[in-house]
């Protein structure tokens, strides 16, 4: 078995170059919740025998030609990091031991080894890795995962990024926050089945933008259909949605004349009514941001 230099992300097609370890397969964990081609709504069968037929196949005609990436964990066991679909699929083949580089990786090092490996051999979808990323930045900063948007858009409109966010996207996915804030973050509210077309390439951003624009509205779902059949083009999408949400839309202009006039009565507001009314500011932040 060879040495377990460490390593960073930055350098992992180094590895390429290197002799690669040789470990049972049984002694190597799959983390939950680690790997970028994580579940996602839509995808419980990524790593069913069935997903994995042809790759089952391959590796158990030629073998593993690219070995995972593991690191060292308790009892001589190891954690993976990059290659849960060889690892599968090396099960699903019989295989008993396995090709590996072994490096001693923290967890953030290792998350971004992992978003390296499959993104340099395009094993993710663009749903996938947002996610992924998502994931990181909310453990990042602290809070769940659905409140990241808005940490997006507060970076975007020039709030201290104390937690170094701009700088991990940059490094890792080479793109700035404001490019996640107006799009990446979109993912968390697409359909199921957007986030299928999305990672097959059946449909871009631009029109699935489009139809989070209707909520929960049953058309959603229909012109979905339309458009990955070839019925509507993106522009003509967005003509039906701006027409069906001009249709649906209550007239908010006397409220929000109301609200103006009321706002500067906040600053009388003590105790609970004063928490009351910042918990129902928040809300309605996170509604519009």
């Not at 995808?43 to 990436?69: H, K, M, N, W």
Request: proline letters at 4%; aromatic letters at 4%; hydrophobic letters at 40%.
């Amino acid at each position: 078995m060879t040495g377990r230099a460490h390593t960073s992300p930055s350098n992992f097609m180094s590895m390429l170059e290197e002799q690669p370890s040789t470990v049972e397969r049984s002694m190597i964990r799959v983390m939950e919740g680690f790997n970028p081609r994580q579940v996602l709504a839509g995808e419980e069968q990524a790593f069913s025998e069935e997903a994995l037929a042809d790759l089952t196949l391959s590796i158990r005609e030629q073998g593993i030609l690219q070995p995972l990436l593991v690191r060292p964990a308790r009892g001589g066991t190891y954690e993976l990091i990059a290659g849960e679909r060889r690892f599968h699929a090396a099960g699903f083949a019989g295989l008993r031991e396995v090709p590996v580089y072994i490096r001693a990786l923290t967890d953030d090092e290792a998350r971004r080894a992992a978003l390296t490996e499959n993104g340099q051999r395009e094993a993710i979808g663009y749903a996938q890795e947002a996610i992924h990323g998502l994931r990181d930045i909310a453990r990042m900063v602290g809070v769940p995962i659905s409140e990241v948007p808005g940490v997006l858009n507060r970076l975007k409109n020039g709030a201290v990024d104390e937690f170094g966010v701009a700088g991990y996207l940059q490094s890792v996915f080479g793109e700035t926050v404001s490019n996640w804030a107006q799009r990446r973050a979109l993912v968390l509210k697409l359909l199921p089945e957007e986030v299928s077309a999305l990672n097959e390439r059946r449909a871009n951003l631009t029109a699935l933008q489009q139809l989070v624009r209707l909520g929960d509205q049953p058309e959603r779902r229909e012109l979905l259909s339309r458009l990955l059949n070839g019925e509507l083009t993106v522009e003509e999408l967005t003509l039906e949605v701006s027409g069906m949400l001009r249709a649906s839309a209550p007239d908010v202009y006397p409220q929000l004349q109301h609200l103006r006039r009321a706002l500067p009565r906040l600053s009388k507001l003590s105790g609970s009514d004063a928490n009351r009314a910042d918990e129902l500011i928040k809300e309605l932040l996170r509604l519009i941001e």
